[in-house]
């Protein structure tokens, strides 16, 4: 029995061709499948905010940040 296992009969480049193509094709379905995810995650956030209620979308922010006062801490420069 020869050590050969060649099944198909394919040249090595023809082969190197194949093994390019799959890896190739492999990736293009994991990047399809990264994106179909992100699109699902965000049907679902959209449609969650769909189904909020309308006077939900025109309440005011609960944290008033125009508001918010930063205290003031002198630097090193200004104190001599």
């Given at each position: 029995m020869s050590d050969d296992h060649q099944y198909l009969e394919m040249?090595?480049?023809g082969r190197l061709v194949?093994?390019?193509t799959f890896l190739m094709l492999k990736g293009a379905g994991y990047a399809a499948?990264?994106?179909f995810v992100i699109w699902l995650a965000i049907?679902?956030?959209a449609a969650v905010g769909d189904a909020l209620p309308d006077r939900?979308?025109?309440t005011?922010?609960?944290i008033?940040?125009?508001e918010i006062v930063l205290p003031y801490e002198p630097s090193v420069s200004q104190l001599t």
């Open positions: 040249t090595r480049r194949a093994d390019v499948l990264f994106v049907a679902v956030i939900s979308r025109e005011p922010d609960p008033n940040r125009s």
